[in-house]
Every structure is written in C-alpha cells, then in structure tokens.
C-alpha cells in the first residue's frame, strides 16, 4: 500500500506544478507602433495653437523592464521645443478577461522651459489602444482523459501569474497546478 501511494504521489507531483506562457516580442510592438506612425496634433484654441509632433515611437524590452521611447516637439510662434521622452512600460494582465495590457507609465509629456509649461500632451491617447493581447489562460478547465483503468478528469488550477521582462520580449506566464 505504502509503495503505490508513493508511486501516485511521485506521478502526479510530477504533473502538479506547470507554467503556461504568451510572449509578446518587441518586433511585434515595434511594428504596430510604425503603423500607427508618427503624429502631428494642433492644439489650443484657433489662431493661437501650438503643434504637437510624435516623431519615431517604439519599445525596448530589456531583462526586468520595459521602455517606451519617443521624440516629441512642440511649435508656437517663436517657441521650439524638442524633447527625447523614455517612460517605463509596465505589464497588466487581467485573468477574468484573459487579457494583456502594454501600459505606458506617467505618460503625460510636459513642455516647458524656464519654469513655464507651455502644455501636455498624453501619449496614451495615441498608442494604448493597440497595446492589448490574448493571454496565456487556457479555454478549458478540466481534462477528460481515457486509461487503461476508465476515465479520469484532471482539474487545471492557476496559482499565480507572472510577468517576465527578458531581452526583446515580455513574457506571462500562468502557474499551473494540476489534480
């Protein structure tokens, strides 16, 4: 008796813990991002607007964090600002929807200079949209499997979720228990 619960024990330890995993890959956002392309907005009230440019956006995706990196400009009269922005990306993952969410941090832009804002500028407003996916949560809970002894059900439970940053890709994972 003692042997085969053991050898049961030893089978489904081996099956109890397991991780599941959606990588999104900086290409990929890269790429999204140069569809979207650069943006030019006038704002303010007519006759007195300034320009706003987004030139060049894109991501880098390193080991333990995400950067967003963008040039912005603003134009007014004889004002001329330009302005290299890098705001950390930080990873939402929502399970009851199964889905991911590139979140750009602070992304408000402020253009100043000698102490006066000239205004601001929200980037989420141009790119947050695009920035969602699919996660890794699997569309059945359970599995329905046929031995050599009948059919047996194995219950799939999530423990916790992780994000990854690792070099080039963003990774979340799901940790996975089976019974």
């Known amino acids: 008796m003692y042997k085969r619960f053991l050898f049961i024990y030893l089978i489904m330890s081996s099956i109890s813990a397991s991780e599941i995993s959606v990588s999104i890959s900086e290409d990929l956002v890269n ?84 102490g006066s804002v000239y205004g601001k500028i929200d980037l989420s407003a141009f790119y947050q949209s695009g920035l969602k996916f699919h996660g890794p949560k699997p569309k059945e809970k359970t599995l329905k499997l046929k031995t050599s002894k009948g059919k047996i059900k194995v219950d799939m439970n999530i423990k916790k979720s992780i994000i990854y940053f690792e070099e080039n890709v963003v990774r979340v994972a799901l940790d996975l228990e089976y019974n």
């Open 31 to 114: 790429d999204y991002l140069k569809i979207i392309g650069n943006h030019e907005i006038p704002k303010g009230p007519k006759g007195d607007q300034g320009i706003w440019s987004i030139l060049d956006p894109r991501v880098e995706f390193e080991y333990g964090s995400a950067d967003f990196l963008t040039t912005v400009t603003f134009k007014k009269g004889k004002i001329n600002i330009k302005k290299n922005v890098k705001k950390k990306i930080f990873v939402e993952y929502r399970f009851d929807n199964n889905q991911i969410t590139l979140l750009i941090e602070d992304p408000l832009v402020k253009m100043e200079r000698k």
